[in-house]
């Protein structure tokens, strides 16, 4: 059986590093990531667990649920055991795709040590040119915001068209407000990594690497791409501060 991976505490934005370079999800953020996420994005661990949930009630027999942008392969497993409770849904395939190899490789390690049976395939490859088909669940966690906003209709649509009718989209994003709220949601996210151990020196660094990779949208815009991609149904399940998740169905 794979050793399980380890993992660090996130320092990588403990030193001042002048010109801070762009966001990237290289080897060294594969190393610190679960403790980087946990401390970074508020709600992430119920967002996780509940993609699981939802993935037990909208998977389909015989379907594919997607992980798309499946880092270290978390809701992959919440998906996988959230399918793994219902018989009928023992012959459905999980598949996580990440354009990072090393987000790909630690994540077999998590898949190997878990005990399910429900077939998961990881693929390295770019998710806005993957073939979707035949499926019943995708879930795209805090990765839309990553996609250029050129591209991101046609990610959602090509999405839509490959899920079977009642099946679903987990869409979670960082989000953008109007001028008021959003310096209180600034503020209140980033009281939220000082309260897990991050200085005001690692918060502003990590801020201006991830500016110009980033690029969040008000739940307005998602929404109604939402619909205009495909989707029949849009709610808001759930969120905590600036973070939020969707549930889109077709």
């Known amino acids: 059986m794979s050793q399980h991976p380890e993992h660090e505490t996130d320092r990588i934005y403990q030193n001042d590093q002048g010109e801070v370079a762009n966001f990237a999800f290289d080897g060294a953020v594969a190393r610190v990531f679960p403790d980087m996420i946990k401390r970074s994005v508020p709600g992430y661990a119920e967002t996780v667990a509940m993609s699981g949930v939802i993935a037990g009630r909208y998977a389909q027999p015989n379907s594919n649920l997607y992980d798309l942008g499946c880092s270290l392969g978390a809701v992959t497993l919440a998906m996988r055991h959230g399918v793994d409770a219902r018989p009928a849904l023992n012959q459905c395939r999980i598949i996580g795709i990440d354009n990072s190899q090393s987000m790909v490789e ?145």
Do not use: M
């Open 106 to 250: 630690r994540a077999g390690h998590y898949i190997a040590l878990d005990d399910s049976d429900i077939q998961v395939d990881l693929l390295c490859d770019d998710i806005c040119t993957y073939p979707l088909e035949n499926a019943s669940v995708t879930a795209l966690n805090f990765v839309l915001q990553f996609i250029p906003l050129d591209q991101r209709l046609n990610l959602l649509t090509r999405i839509a068209d490959a899920t079977l009718p009642g099946g679903a989209l987990i869409l979670s994003e960082k989000l953008c407000f109007d001028e008021t709220e959003q310096q209180l949601q600034t503020d209140l996210h980033h009281d939220f990594k000082r309260a897990n151990g991050y200085s005001d020196l690692e918060i502003a660094q990590k801020r201006a690497a991830i500016d110009n990779v980033l690029i969040p949208e008000s739940e307005s815009v998602h929404i109604e791409r939402l619909k205009a991609a495909g989707f029949s149904k849009v709610i808001r399940w759930y969120q905590c501060f600036n973070f939020v998740s969707f549930l889109a169905v077709k």
